[in-house]
């Protein structure tokens, strides 16, 4: 039997240390691709228009599901006269509980002008959201421009529950219950919302709305004159 000699076996260890020694091909014969631009973060075209169109839904939405127009300008307009009521407050303070009057007014602005700037500098609140009127310059005596809102003069403080303020009237005559005070048929006069009605304000400051024919009574009482706006 032959018997293995450690000539035959000699080889072993330099091959080892071959192989170790020995560059790897196949690790360096793979190439790294660059990122392709679309490959990178970011929004594709679609992507976009699809994110728009969300946002075009989610706000058509929201506006169908709040309060309709007609809706928001009566609340906007009540908002209007209780801050109005703030301006007249502090002027009957100065005057005796006494509201602005002016000898030989014909319209409400020639009255309600006393309080600018003097009471507020804010002249949006003289227009009514729901009207056409058009916007005031801020600050500014509005006496001959046009503002949206009546004015029962000669009003004073003591008058708690009588009107003092109101959107503009179909005229200027006392009216009882159930008369027409506001349009009928949402054109001029007394229509700045349309048909549907109007906001008082009350001496004592709280606001009402009301139909077009009247909640409640609104009569006249001597030494009051009831002002509509510049027609």
Request: proline share 7%; charged share 20%.
């Amino acid at each position: 039997m032959p018997v293995a000699t450690g000539r035959r076996f000699g080889y072993t260890i330099p091959m080892r240390e071959a192989r170790q020694n020995a560059p790897c091909h196949a690790n360096n014969s793979r190439k790294v691709r660059p990122i392709s631009p679309s490959a990178r973060g970011g929004f594709s075209l679609i992507e976009l228009l699809m994110v728009v169109a969300i946002l075009v839904v989610l706000t058509t939405l929201y506006w169908k599901s709040g309060p309709p127009r007609f809706e928001r300008d009566k609340q906007a307009c009540g908002q209007n006269l209780q801050k109005i009521y703030l301006a007249l407050e502090i002027y009957a303070g100065d005057y005796g509980g006494k509201f602005p009057a002016a000898s030989g007014a014909v319209t409400s602005e020639a009255a309600l002008d006393a309080l600018v700037p003097r009471y507020t500098a804010d002249t949006s609140i003289f227009i009514c959201t729901g009207s056409k009127d058009a916007p005031l310059p801020e600050g500014e005596s509005f006496g001959k421009r046009k503002i949206s809102y009546a004015y029962y003069m000669g009003r004073r403080v003591a008058d708690a529950q009588e009107a003092l303020m109101s959107d503009k009237q179909v005229d200027t005559r006392s009216k009882a219950a159930g008369e027409y005070v506001f349009s009928a048929t949402g054109q001029p006069p007394g229509n700045n919302h349309e048909n549907r009605g109007g906001n008082f304000l009350f001496c004592d400051g709280h606001v009402d709305f009301s139909p077009a024919r009247a909640a409640f009574s609104l009569v006249v009482t001597q030494g009051v004159v009831l002002l509509n706006p510049k027609p």
